[in-house]
């Protein structure tokens, strides 16, 4: 049974004409899905209703299509064959009793319309505000461009109606929305009735509103989502221009949805970032207005979600990315299943999908969208096939995540660990400075398998594939990670580069394991993650001169994808690290380093006492060879498979571990599915000539 010091979380809220029946408050959030995997959306929601969350919004979903924002893949709900598909989704989301939520995006100033081709519109003419600066511009709305407007909204609200909605968030934070276009000045630099004052524009939201709720009337609630600050100086709508705001339209939506002025703000990893970190910006918003309010801030604990309740600063706990990581969080908290939890760790893997175009992922959570592709429940898992017992060699992300799984479908399993403690580079990451968060990769797995009776794990354990044949386990997987290399092999190097041997190289495994350099260092990243800039950040933290090279034109190029791009090369300059870009390292000789512009071929010198290389990562696969190596020795050792996960079969991130793991949990004893895809896909349906 639940802690009685939650209740207060379980409590119905009225919203408008509709009642949740608790606090708990999915928030739009992306998926890489879209229009174009919309039942694998549709099951990922509706997963997160059994899961016990009270109301369940949708991601994006473009309104008309005179504003969207390809390449980027959302929902569309541009004309009534849009309707079945987001009915689907409806449906889902109002199962276990559900609010069913859609989020109606104009994208105005950020929508290049590079698929149909129209002329953007904003309340201003103003180049495209995008992640890649298309080169567009938007035509300024003219007064019946808003008439059309409002007329558009209304339909899109009918539509909404149709497919079974029961509640619609009008989109107008992030920098996103036409309602922030409109609410700022950064944005709205007009001179007629729509500009200037904060109550002129404030008109277009009071106009969509109040023709949105004719057209609905008491069927559906109306939310809308503001930003909480700008945060880009006088022109920007500020916290204390959207308390004046909110103020002013107090009763304007039937809730108020909070969050921070830009998606990397608002969306901060855990690096940056701690739980409730929007809770200043909130605080007394609740005072203005005598409609509830939402807020989000990565809500991980139940006691911090109940403070932000019981001290008036929230009415419903908004979460996107913990609802990720565990779509059961209400109901394990419901069911006083506290440590069960599968806490977010703020990583930011989930919103690299929505970046990369592509389905998402999620560290914690590996079944996220494959619950309809593949039909992985994240609660429960398929019957055990005909064998009895697995060795897992390495303790890793993958090996926790193959070992709690199988454990769950009713495997012996055995974790065999060369070292002395579980977790694997996860173990040595989470030290690193703002990873400590990343370390609930190996504190949730290792809670439930020790909660398993069917698992035992052996530390100290090297071992060679005679000892493996003389065990007698009938499936073994080898999941013994990677190593960093130090001959510089990446992307510039194809082969290892010239190196004078009397300078020193490290790896981050070297400084991970305590052994570190000093004085003068260069720090060459062809990675392009994060390692690159947290191996700065350590060895400029304990006094070292640094210079951190990258053949790209960003520092940590991929953690654009992450939203922390920004942020780091912002703190690694604040620090005084020496950031080159653009720059490869050719090669590394006595005292110092050459640099090659990636352009120009120019040569520059770096002097050094010491180089970090932060290239590629080797696959520690020796054993899984060995193994292979005698096949024909298996049947007389009793051994049915012989499978290498994670990073020793591909090196990538943790995210890529946990899903190996999962993956072979569910898949062993399965029959074998030949040249068949793994996984099911819908196609766009052949049009009529």
Not at 277 to 303: K, N, Y
Not at 427 to 444: F, I, Q
């Amino acid at each position: 049974m639940r802690d009685p010091r939650y209740d207060i979380l379980f409590q119905p809220m009225q919203i408008g004409p509709v009642t949740a029946k608790n606090r708990f408050y999915q928030v739009p959030h992306c998926n890489g899905g879209g229009y174009r995997d919309p039942s694998a959306a549709a099951a990922m929601r509706g997963i997160k209703a059994e899961g016990g969350w009270g109301v369940i919004f949708t991601e994006q979903c473009e309104m008309h299509h005179t504003s969207e924002i390809t390449p980027f893949i959302e929902l569309r709900l541009w004309e009534d064959k849009d309707i079945p598909q987001l009915a689907k989704m409806a449906e889902r989301m109002k199962t276990h009793g559900a609010l069913a939520g859609i989020q109606l995006a104009y994208s105005g100033i950020n929508g290049p319309n590079l698929y149909t081709k129209e002329v953007p519109l904003a309340p201003s003419a103003m180049p495209i505000r995008t992640f890649t600066n298309d080169p567009v511009q938007a035509r300024a709305l003219d007064k019946s461009d808003i008439r059309d407007l409002r007329r558009w909204f209304v339909n899109a609200a009918k539509r909404s109606r149709l497919a079974g909605f029961d509640l619609i968030c009008l989109y107008g934070a992030h920098g996103f929305g036409i309602f922030q276009h409109f609410l700022s000045r950064a944005t709205n630099q007009r001179t007629d009735e729509y500009g200037g004052s904060l109550e002129n524009r404030a008109r277009f939201v009071n106009e969509v509103i109040a023709d949105m709720r004719d057209a609905v009337g008491d069927t559906m609630a109306l939310t809308l989502r503001v930003s909480l600050d700008e945060s880009i100086g006088e022109l920007g709508f500020s916290n204390a221009e959207v308390r004046e705001f909110i103020e002013m339209n107090r009763d304007l939506p039937d809730l108020w949805d909070l969050a921070h002025g830009t998606w990397e703000d608002c969306s901060g990893p855990s690096r940056f970032k701690d739980e409730s970190a929007q809770e200043d910006l909130v605080w007394g918003i609740r005072d203005l207005t005598s409609r509830p309010v939402v807020g989000v801030g990565r809500f991980t604990s139940a006691d911090t979600m109940v403070r932000m309740i019981k001290s008036g600063t929230l009415d419903f706990i908004g979460c996107a990315r913990p609802s990720i990581a565990d779509p059961f969080l209400p109901k394990k908290i419901e069911e006083g299943r506290i440590e069960d939890i599968r806490e977010c760790i703020g990583c930011n893997i989930c919103i690299t999908g929505d970046m990369t175009m592509s389905i998402s992922r999620c560290t914690q959570n590996p079944t996220f969208m494959e619950e309809w592709r593949k039909g992985w429940h994240p609660e429960k898992m398929n019957a055990k096939g005909d064998s009895q017992s697995v060795l897992i060699v390495g303790s890793g992300p993958a090996g926790l995540e193959a070992a709690r799984a199988l454990s769950l479908r009713g495997y012996e399993v055995a974790i065999a660990e060369a070292r002395t403690e579980l977790g694997g580079r996860v173990a040595r990451e989470r030290k690193l400075p703002g990873l400590s968060a990343w370390g609930r990769v190996v504190e949730y797995r290792q809670y439930q398998i020790s909660q398993r009776p069917n698992v035992e794990t052996y530390f100290d354990s090297h071992l060679d594939a005679e000892a493996i044949l003389e065990f007698g386990f009938q499936n073994i997987c080898i999941a013994t990670g990677a190593r960093w290399r130090a001959d510089g092999v990446a992307r510039q190097h194809v082969v290892p580069m010239a190196m004078d041997g009397s300078v020193p190289v490290y790896t981050p495994d070297d400084i991970m394991e305590g052994r570190k350099p000093s004085g003068r260092v260069v720090i060459f990243d062809d990675d392009h993650y994060y390692m690159g800039g947290v191996m700065a950040e350590l060895l400029r933290g304990e006094g070292c001169e640094v210079t951190i090279i990258t053949p790209s034109a960003y520092l940590s190029d991929w953690t654009l994808n992450t939203l922390e791009q920004h942020t780091i090369h912002r703190r690694l300059a604040g620090m005084g690290v020496n950031i080159v870009l653009n720059r490869g390292v050719s090669a590394i000789a006595g005292g110092h380093v050459v640099s090659t512009c990636v352009y120009t071929d120019g040569e520059q010198s770096h002097g050094c006492d010491a180089v970090v290389v932060v290239t590629s990562r080797r696959e520690e696969n020796g054993l899984y060879l060995d193994l292979k190596g005698r096949e024909t020795d298996w049947a007389d050792a009793g051994i049915r498979s012989v499978r290498i996960i994670g990073d020793a079969n591909a090196p990538g991130p943790i995210a890529w571990a946990t899903y190996a793991g999962h993956r072979y949990a569910r898949e062993l004893d399965e029959p074998d599915r030949g040249d068949a895809l793994p996984f099911r896909r819908e196609i766009t349906e052949l049009a009529a000539d």
